[in-house]
């Protein structure tokens, strides 16, 4: 991959990272295996210093997309009990 595929490639995952959020019908996991088929050994230090700002851009929306997925989980596991408190309320 020549330097400035690879920078087509970068400005092209810049993008995509900017605009993530939890309605992507790609998984991160899809854009981890992209970042990661970067052939680091042949990257001059400024495309190296943008790739990790990827992975910590990447790291992030995983870490705000496992916030919201573990507020999901407790606000579903929240709601059975208020019905099954109202189904008790209403048989007495």
């Known amino acids: 991959m020549s330097y400035q595929d690879i920078d087509r490639e970068i400005a092209h995952l810049e ?54 997925a573990g507020a999901a989980r407790r606000g579903s596991r929240a709601s059975p009990r208020r019905k099954d408190r109202s189904a008790v309320r209403s048989a007495r």
């Open 15 to 68: 993008v995509v990272f900017n605009a993530l959020s939890a309605r992507d019908r790609f998984p991160l996991s899809y854009w981890h295996r992209r970042l990661h088929a970067l052939n680091r050994s042949s990257m001059v230090p400024a495309q190296r210093q943008r790739v990790a700002h990827l992975e910590a851009r990447l790291r992030s929306v995983g870490a705000q997309l496992d916030q919201l």
